[in-house]
């Protein structure tokens, strides 16, 4: 019998996998428990989660978390699940959660795409957001990009009618590529009239935009409705 291939699937992010701080480490160790999601392949409730009823948030690529945090702590009436690969990272926002003190804020360190189609309930969230996701600028690399029609598809089962999905990047021609993928996809409405908003206040200036910002580099933000 001849030996069958195993498709490999094409991830939208490499773990390059910087130390970790001993700040960093000691909130793994200590704050996990409390505010991490332990990796699982069963479908989260997350009113049980966050221990409330409220409006829930996913962010997939929260880099450091402080934006993510700032979000959190300026909204305390939403729930926020930050996503991120990057354990530094993750290590840095489990920080801000116990220093600022936020109960409406909790954490995964896997792959986005994953938990979204195995452990997120259809129709279940009132927002997604993904800010500066890695362009792979490079076009053999595009295939790696994370908005992909296949992926507009699942953001669609999860995300309520009427919720919202923000997304931002300084990649002019990723920002075309999601305008085109979207409009291809009749469950969401642009709400820019097939065009670009400017940053609304509720999404921090992250120190990354503004560096870009003072090298004339341009930010492109996307909103859409769920419909």
Same mark, same amino acid.
């Given at each position: 019998m001849?030996?069958?291939?195993? %498709?490999?699937?094409?991830?939208?992010? $490499?773990?390059r996998e910087g130390r970790l701080t001993p700040g960093q480490q000691r909130a793994i160790n200590e704050l996990w428990p409390q505010f991490a999601l332990d990796e699982g392949d069963d479908l989260l409730d997350l009113n049980q989660l966050f221990?409330?009823?409220?409006?829930? $948030?996913?962010?997939?690529?929260?880099?450091?978390?402080?934006?993510?945090?700032e979000m959190a702590k300026s909204k305390p009436d939403t729930d926020f699940l930050g996503i991120e690969v990057h354990r530094p990272g993750v290590g840095q926002l489990l920080n801000l959660i116990d220093k600022n003190g936020l109960s409406n804020l909790r954490v995964a360190c896997t792959d986005a795409v994953e938990l979204l189609k195995h452990r997120i309930a259809d129709?279940? %969230?009132?927002?997604?957001?993904l800010f500066f996701p890695d362009p792979w600028h490079k076009k053999r690399h595009h295939k790696r990009?994370?908005?992909?029609?296949?992926f507009v598809k699942l953001l669609a089962k999860?995300?309520? %009618?009427?919720?919202?999905?923000?997304m931002a990047t300084d990649w002019q021609h990723y920002a075309e590529q999601m305008l085109t993928d979207f409009s291809d996809n009749t469950n969401f409405k642009n709400c820019?009239?097939?065009?670009?908003?400017?940053?609304?206040?509720?999404?921090p200036l992250t120190k990354f935009e503004h560096?870009?910002?003072?090298?004339?580099?341009?930010?492109?933000? %996307?909103?859409?409705?769920?419909h």
């Open positions: 001849p030996e069958q291939k195993t %498709l490999r699937t094409i991830r939208s992010f $490499v773990r221990n409330r009823k409220a409006p829930k $948030v996913i962010e997939i690529g929260f880099g450091n978390g402080a934006s993510l945090a129709n279940s %969230l009132d927002r997604l957001q990009r994370i908005i992909q029609p296949d999860k995300i309520k %009618l009427g919720g919202h999905l923000h820019a009239d097939d065009k670009y908003i400017p940053r609304p206040d509720y999404r560096r870009g910002q003072k090298l004339g580099h341009g930010i492109w933000d %996307l909103l859409y409705k769920r």
